[in-house]
């Protein structure tokens, strides 16, 4: 089974014991997180509804991707600016797709007091 889940303003299509980069996420090396924002599941050929699949991943370090080089120059004007920039990243391992995501409980409303129903 595969899904296609929404995290750090990407889209990344998973299926259990692949292993991605994705942007900076919050916890330390061995938690596992829940990806809730799937868009998109499917079995094989065919493509199932999205609602109430859950994503689980582990997290296995928190990195920094490679060096983006920035260069500014403005020629016969002695200018020049070098920055390096390295975005910070988490590495994860799905551990497994699908299952039910975990149900929000409704709010309880207050019962009517039998004294009441009985004047």
């Known amino acids: ?62 990195a920094k991707s490679e060096k983006v080089i920035v260069f500014k120059k403005r020629r016969r004007h002695n200018y020049r600016r070098k920055n390096g920039h390295r975005q910070q990243m988490t590495l994860l391992r799905i551990v497994s797709v699908g299952g039910e995501a975990p149900a929000k409980k409704a709010a309880k409303k207050a019962a009517p007091k039998a004294e009441a129903a009985a004047e």
Do not use: H, N, P
């Open 1 to 62: 089974m595969f899904a296609v889940v929404r995290t750090g303003g990407k889209q990344y299509r998973v299926a259990a014991g692949d292993k991605i980069a994705v942007e900076k996420l919050a916890g330390e090396a061995g938690e596992t997180i829940t990806l809730g924002d799937v868009l998109l599941a499917g079995d094989g050929g065919e493509v199932k509804d999205a609602k109430g699949v859950v994503v689980s991943a582990e997290i296995i370090a928190q």
